[in-house]
């Protein structure tokens, strides 16, 4: 006697076991979820995307900046950040923030007037920073902090090149 019941059309094996080791991959390595693989919209995109080293999220505030020890100034805004791990731990900010924001910046960080010198951030993040911008440079907790200010503009645009030679450190590490 035939039914009127549908049928399902039955899934074939491999449509399973790709899609139960691609739920373990997403689930449990974070290297493997797409929507990481270029960070959040403050990160400047990585030349070497898939392959880019990070640390934890590369979350700026909770896993790169507690790397060098230095949090960020008063009145940041407009930041945009990148970070590159080989061969030494580089993190490269952009921002503007308040003049007497800025100052307190470079009095807790100790950092001095220096000569100019080109800031070396990757090709891929096109800084544009002018010669006329003042430069100032300090060594910090095993870190060199180069910071330019372009003070021509309002709020002032702000360039951080942060250099840790030695190990990385890590949040409890602080």
Not at 122 to 127: L, R, S
């Amino acid at each position: 006697m035939p039914t009127d019941r549908a049928t399902l059309p039955r899934v074939p094996t491999w449509a399973v076991v790709t899609a139960l080791v691609l739920a373990a991959l997403l689930g449990c390595c974070p290297s493997a979820r797409p929507w990481t693989w270029f960070g959040e919209d403050r990160q400047y995109p990585h030349a070497d995307g898939f392959f880019h080293i990070s640390r934890g999220d590369d979350d700026l505030e909770e896993d790169l900046l507690p790397i060098y020890g230095v949090d960020l100034p008063c009145g940041v805004a407009d930041l945009r950040y990148g970070n590159l791990q080989e061969p030494i731990n580089e993190l490269y900010l952009r921002f503007t923030a308040p003049v007497t924001c800025l100052d307190t910046f470079r009095a807790a960080y100790g950092l001095l007037p220096a000569e100019w010198e080109d800031p070396s951030a990757p090709a891929e993040y096109e800084w544009r920073v002018s010669s006329s911008a003042k430069v100032y440079r300090a060594e910090y907790d095993e870190n060199h902090l180069s910071l330019y200010v372009e003070d021509s503009h309002v709020p002032p645009i702000a360039y951080l090149v942060l250099e840790r030679w030695a190990a990385p450190k890590d949040s409890a590490g602080r």
